[in-house]
């Protein structure tokens, strides 16, 4: 089944505690991002790489890195998560192909950071 | 202001009711994205265009590229069909996606 898996779901954490949020997908894509979503302010783009080894900054980079070592792979890291980071995050992604920009979403992590 | 605005952001509906959600937007585009996210959290795509107008079962989007314009019309509306709906658009220029803030749905029986 095609899909965009991460983990974990849940997470609860405290301020300065690094955690890394895993995402997977399994359609060869070469494209993949990191979104989170707050109320009232929709999806917001943290990060996003074009293929292996390419990554580059959305609109909300600050306090998070990524990597991309694989294609299937791109993990979300928080060195030193803050409160403000409590969020719900999504991965997602989709063929570079101009003629096909679907996205796939994973289900969603919801990190609160106290 | 908003560079993708969706109206109404709350709407709540009778069973077999007709429903149609709005999506303007600013900035110049090469597609339309309409997604889904359910209570679960979960978001998934339900159409992506950049001209005129798709079907899909009971769901049927349109976009009119002079007005700036997308709708999102459900036919014969059911309970499943609550969730929150999304309207995205890929700018031209940067090629980044830039998403509304949803609109809510909920349709009683």
């Known amino acids: 089944e095609a899909q965009v898996t991460q983990n974990p779901r849940y997470l609860i954490t405290v301020t300065g505690k690094k955690l890394t949020v895993t995402c997977s997908q399994n359609m060869n894509h070469e494209y993949m991002s990191w979104y989170r979503q707050d109320p009232g302010l929709g999806l917001r783009q943290i990060y996003y790489?074009?293929?292996?080894?390419?990554?580059d900054k959305g609109d909300v980079p600050e306090g998070y890195k990524v990597s991309r070592k694989e294609k299937r792979n791109f993990p979300l890291i928080l060195e030193s998560p803050s409160p403000n980071q409590t969020s719900l995050y999504f991965c997602?992604?989709?063929?570079?192909?101009?003629?096909?920009?679907?996205?796939?979403f994973g289900p969603g992590t919801r990190l609160t950071v106290t | 202001k908003n560079e993708v605005e969706q109206s109404p952001q709350n709407l709540t509906a009778q069973e077999g009711e007709f429903i149609t959600i709005n999506c303007s937007y600013s900035?110049?585009?090469?597609?339309l994205h309409w997604l889904q996210q359910h209570p679960g959290g979960g978001i998934v795509s339900l159409f992506m265009?950049?001209?005129g107008k798709k079907k899909h079962g009971r769901l049927i989007a349109t976009i009119n590229i002079q007005e700036k314009h997308s709708s999102l019309h459900i036919t014969a509306s059911h309970p499943r069909d609550s969730a929150v709906y999304i309207c995205a658009v890929r700018s031209y220029n940067t090629d980044k996606l830039i998403f509304g803030t949803g609109t809510r749905l909920q349709v009683f029986p």
């Open positions: 265009l950049s001209s």
């Open positions: 790489s074009m293929n292996v080894e390419v990554t």
């Open positions: 900035v110049g585009i090469s597609a």
């Open positions: 997602a992604s989709s063929f570079v192909d101009s003629s096909s920009y679907e996205q796939y």
